[in-house]
């Protein structure tokens, strides 16, 4: 067991901005909060360009200097920062109860009465043949990350939300052509968002498009498009395909567990982040299938701390 057999009031699982803000929330409460940051610390948006919507920062800010900030700040209220993934938990049903996390190696766990899941949700894939092989070999998850691999070259991005949008405008700055595959005859995304992409002229939208094939031996050398709505098949020749089709929360260790709807998403009482166990609480994108932005993830954030410290004052601790 870490931490001596101490009991824990607050365990944080998760490191985006959720993540943080409870954690920066439950240490200036004195409840001495310990966060695991899990497989990806800083979560998901340590991966996008530039977050120009999160108030107070007016010239924006890069997401990894935002998550490196959140972290800093709660560094300086002393919380415990743990570089480990959660791959377990046991909780309790009862008011007061301990619950048990547990940690990479399986003999390792900590104990505490309060816990906040701040875990996120990930990208979806295609589930298209050769995509899964072809990952870090021209299919992507992330602009940012491999945009540069393909420097004037040819690229396509499949998506039609904010996501996708996000992606086009990065790489149509530093790709020679960027194809944007939608599946539908409009475009999810914002409308400020389709604004910059219509500014651009090396930006190609097919609509009611769809990807059938991908291309290649060893690598990604191109993909096969359907349209279904003239019924046309054509072939793109690209060396990169980026993929923003949506997420999928990171709850599989909670779903024997909590109450989650029928996408995966663990369940919270109205207006709250109080889940169907005492003492346990949940923030940011892993409850939340809407909005799923950086300013109403640390919202939720600082709400499910203030819910742990109610929640720990009537059990008197
Ligand atoms: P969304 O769920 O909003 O959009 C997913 C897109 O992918 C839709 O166009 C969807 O099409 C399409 N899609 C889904 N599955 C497939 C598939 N199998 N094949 C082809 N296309 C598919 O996800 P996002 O990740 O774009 O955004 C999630 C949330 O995060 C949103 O609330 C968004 O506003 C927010 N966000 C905000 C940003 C910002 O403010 N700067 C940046 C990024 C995200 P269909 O419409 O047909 O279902």
């Known amino acids: 067991m870490l931490f001596k057999k101490q009991i824990q009031k607050c365990v944080i699982i998760g490191s985006g901005p959720a993540g943080y803000s409870s954690a920066i929330y439950a240490a200036r409460a004195d409840l001495n909060p310990i966060i695991f940051l899990g497989f990806q610390p800083g979560g998901q948006l340590t991966t996008t360009t530039r977050i120009d919507n999160y108030l107070g920062f007016p010239s924006g800010i890069s997401g990894k200097n935002f998550m490196e900030n959140c972290k800093i ?8 920062i743990i570089n480990k993934s959660v791959i377990n938990v046991s909780l309790s049903n009862k008011k007061g109860g301990i619950h048990r996390i547990f940690l990479e190696k399986k003999e390792e ?85 389709q604004y910059h992409i219509s500014k651009k002229n090396n930006i190609s939208i097919l609509f009611s498009s769809k990807i059938t ?44 567990e909590l109450d989650l709807d029928e996408r995966g998403y663990i369940i919270v009482k109205k207006g709250s982040t109080i889940t169907n166990k005492p003492g346990v609480f949940a923030s940011g994108d892993v409850q939340d299938p809407n909005y799923r932005q950086a300013i109403t993830s640390a919202g939720t954030g600082c709400m499910a701390a203030l819910d742990l410290e109610r929640y720990l004052s009537l059990c008197n601790y």
């Open 213 to 256: 094939e991908i291309i290649g031996d060893n690598f990604l050398e191109g993909i096969k498009i359907f349209n279904h709505k003239n019924k046309t098949s054509s072939t793109l020749l690209i060396s990169g395909l980026f993929i923003a089709i949506g997420h999928i929360p990171n709850t599989e260790i909670f779903k024997k």
């Open 73 to 80: 700040q709660a560094e300086r209220f002393n919380t415990k």
């Open 109 to 193: 766990y900590v104990e505490s009465i309060g816990i906040i899941i701040a875990t996120g949700s990930r990208p979806k894939f295609l589930e298209i043949e050769k995509e899964k092989k072809f990952m870090g070999l021209g299919v992507s998850f992330c602009a940012t990350c491999d945009g540069f691999f393909h420097k004037e070259k040819d690229v396509a991005v499949i998506g039609g939300g904010d996501s996708a949008l996000e992606e086009v405008n990065y790489l149509a700055k530093i790709c020679k052509k960027v194809y944007l595959i939608v599946r539908k005859d409009y475009l999810k995304a914002s409308k400020i968002l």
